[in-house]
């Protein structure tokens, strides 16, 4: 059984940070790319960015370069994100998500995806 748990999320002020974690299980985690996703109210969900498998390279939204860093450990089965500089506009629930392409699909490409964790941004 395949999961994907997140967790990291809350309240932070603007300028700010956090740091998210996916751990996933149940699966053999080399074979996929590792992505986040977001979801802020009322509108639609989001990459925000994504880990490839063997090189280990990233890709990110133009609105979070510089300011968000995502890695992977696939010892530790997990996958993380680290948030610096959040801004209001980053406020939504925050997703994990795995698929065995290439980094670059949308939300409809990916075979796994965890519940989520909410992360809001307000002072």
């Known amino acids: 059984q395949v999961q994907l748990v997140e967790s990291g999320g809350g309240l932070v002020q603007p300028g700010g940070s956090l740091r998210l974690s996916c751990t996933i299980s149940?699966?053999?985690?080399?074979?996929?790319?590792i992505s986040w996703f977001r979801q802020a109210p009322g509108k639609e969900r989001e990459g925000v960015s994504c880990?490839?498998?063997?090189?280990?390279?990233?890709r990110y939204a133009d609105s979070v370069k510089g300011r968000f860093t995502a890695s992977r450990d696939n010892a530790k089965k997990s996958a993380y994100l680290q948030m610096d500089n959040l801004k209001s506009e980053d406020t939504g629930v925050y997703y994990c998500?795995?698929?065995?392409?290439?980094?670059?699909?949308?939300?409809?490409?990916?075979?796994?995806w965890g519940k989520g964790t909410l992360v809001t941004v307000s002072s």
């Open positions: 998500a795995v698929d065995r392409g290439l980094c670059g699909g949308g939300p409809g490409a990916m075979e796994y």
């Open positions: 149940g699966l053999r985690l080399d074979f996929y790319a």
């Open positions: 880990v490839s498998t063997t090189v280990y390279s990233t």
